[in-house]
């Protein structure tokens, strides 16, 4: 079942501008990490966040997690055409947890 | 390999058919993993492979869906019987033992039942 649960459903926005996304869940978390989807086809590791951190960079992209509201959210900054994608939250309840739960997606269009 | 590789893309079935899909994960990735993926929808696990371990099928969603694992490496997910819901893209991904939380992911099979 679905434990992540992204917000908002679809977000459009302008090449240059940032874009933020949110995922909350329900049940205690060992980590969170973001996925991106293009063309509805093979899901690319984007970040990984452990619970006992509250924030994590990786180029354009910054998340952060605040595991007393259960939920996180990511900054894609400066998007790109290519940006254009799906992007999912999943949650592992413990570090052995192969079995990620992935929310429904935000569907990010930038456009030109 | 580069990367886990699926076959086909695309598969159209007709329903009441068999169908098989196909999974290479990256060399040397001892865990390998099915998910389903219905339109607009997040990822639904299915099974897991683990080295020479049991699998586990909790998430198969009936017993016409199987899997099997050769020579812990490629894998092939046989759905029997197909059915209309069925129509999903079915993505496979992989990850070294211990790292359960780094899966590398496939390009899917976009399977549509008629």
């Known amino acids: 079942s679905q434990q992540g649960e992204e917000d908002p459903q679809a977000l459009s926005i302008q090449e240059g501008e940032n874009a933020t996304m949110n995922c909350s869940y329900k049940t205690s978390i060992n980590n969170l990490q973001w996925y991106r989807q293009n063309s509805g086809r093979g899901l690319v590791h984007l970040i990984l966040?452990?619970?006992?951190?509250r924030e994590k960079h990786s180029g354009r992209l910054r998340v952060t997690l605040d595991t007393s509201k259960k939920s996180s959210s990511l900054l894609i900054t400066a998007s790109r055409a290519a940006d254009t994608a799906s992007y999912f939250c999943a949650t592992a309840g413990s570090s052995n947890d192969y079995k990620l739960s992935f929310g429904a997606g935000t569907t990010v269009t930038v456009r030109a | 390999g580069a990367g886990v590789s699926q076959s086909p893309s695309n598969k159209v079935t007709e329903k009441g058919k068999d169908v098989e899909l196909r999974c290479d994960p990256i060399?040397?990735?001892?865990?390998l993993y099915w998910y389903r993926q219905s339109l607009g929808q997040g990822l639904e696990f299915l099974i897991y492979f683990q080295g020479n371990s049991a699998p586990d099928k909790s998430g198969l969603p009936s017993d016409r869906f199987s899997a099997e694992r050769t020579g812990g490496s490629v894998s092939t997910l046989t759905i029997q019987r197909t059915q209309q819901e069925d129509s999903a893209v079915y993505l496979c991904a992989s990850s070294s033992g211990t790292a359960f939380y780094e899966q590398y992911f496939g390009p899917g099979t976009r399977l549509t039942v008629t």
């Open positions: 966040i452990r619970s006992n951190e």
């Open positions: 060399s040397g990735h001892t865990a």
